[in-house]
């Protein structure tokens, strides 16, 4: 029961952070749609004043709510790895008492059997598990990133041989500087979906090799 019971933690967790993502994305398409002011763009003109061009209380408004969305992202995705990690240990110790009750430890059919689950064994495949380190808050148009089909809001689950962890934006940045003139394998996560994308870091009239800016979640 255990098991059976984080599954669906882990599925309601799920459920709760593409919802999440969805709206991130609609705020983030807002901010940063022509003319917009972007994710930190000044909310202020050259000598000072207001800008007069852009509704400056909503633009605040979404940038506060973005912040708060991107904290509940987080801890959403925190207790997801944790609840993954419990599943595989409840995994473990279920194979182990079956075959302990069976009194054949060494048997060849142990791994096929798991009471806590109908029968059947317990896999980590049994549900999505994608975790995405950071996310696309700016991207510059005819950047190798935009050309290649980033967009703005995608959840970087994959870049290269990068994956969540630690020290991510120096492994990111040493993955495209090893890659330059390469393609690059990436998966994202795009409004709930993962995609599966090839970028390629390269040398433009722009800065950076990929013209696009990583915020880690």
Same mark, same amino acid.
């Given at each position: 029961?255990?098991?059976?019971?984080?599954?669906?933690?882990?599925?309601?967790?799920?459920?709760?952070?593409?919802?999440?993502?969805?709206?991130?994305?609609?705020?983030?398409?807002?901010?940063?749609?022509?003319?917009?002011?972007?994710?930190?763009?000044?909310?202020?003109?050259?000598?000072?004043?207001?800008?007069?061009?852009?509704?400056?209380?909503?633009?605040?408004?979404?940038?506060?709510?973005?912040?708060?969305?991107?904290?509940?992202?987080?801890?959403?995705?925190?207790?997801?790895?944790?609840?993954?990690?419990?599943?595989?240990?409840?995994?473990?110790?279920?194979?182990?008492?079956?075959?302990?009750?069976?009194?054949?430890?060494?048997? =060849?059919?142990?791994?096929?059997?798991?009471?806590?689950?109908?029968?059947?064994?317990?896999?980590?495949?049994?549900?999505?598990?994608?975790?995405?380190?950071?996310?696309?808050?700016?991207?510059?148009?005819?950047?190798?990133?935009?050309?290649?089909?980033?967009?703005?809001?995608?959840?970087?689950?994959?870049?290269?041989?990068?994956?969540?962890?630690?020290?991510?934006?120096?492994?990111?940045?040493?993955?495209?500087?090893?890659?330059?003139?390469? =393609?690059? =394998?990436?998966?994202?996560?795009?409004?709930?979906?993962?995609?599966?994308?090839?970028?390629?870091?390269?040398?433009?009239?722009?800065?950076?090799?990929?013209?696009?800016?990583?915020?880690?979640?």
């Amino acid at each position: 029961m255990v098991a059976m019971d984080l599954k669906s933690e882990i599925k309601k967790l799920m459920e709760k952070r593409s919802a999440l993502e969805t709206e991130m994305n609609v705020i983030i398409e807002r901010l940063c749609q022509p003319g917009g002011p972007g994710l930190s763009g000044n909310l202020v003109d050259s000598e000072g004043f207001p800008r007069s061009d852009i509704d400056i209380p909503l633009v605040r408004a979404d940038r506060n709510r973005l912040a708060g969305l991107r904290n509940d992202h987080t801890d959403i995705t925190e207790k997801i790895g944790q609840n993954i990690e419990l599943l595989h240990a409840a995994r473990l110790a279920s194979k182990s008492s079956t075959a302990m009750d069976s009194g054949d430890v060494a048997g =060849p059919n142990m791994h096929n059997i798991s009471p806590s689950n109908g029968g059947g064994p317990i896999s980590e495949m049994d549900v999505d598990v994608s975790r995405p380190f950071a996310m696309v808050d700016e991207i510059t148009e005819e950047s190798p990133a935009a050309e290649d089909g980033l967009q703005l809001g995608d959840q970087i689950v994959k870049f290269g041989n990068v994956e969540y962890g630690d020290n991510l934006l120096p492994r990111l940045a040493s993955e495209a500087q090893m890659n330059q003139g390469h =393609p690059v =394998p990436m998966v994202v996560m795009r409004q709930g979906t993962s995609i599966n994308l090839t970028v390629t870091p390269r040398t433009w009239q722009g800065r950076g090799l990929l013209g696009c800016n990583f915020r880690i979640l």
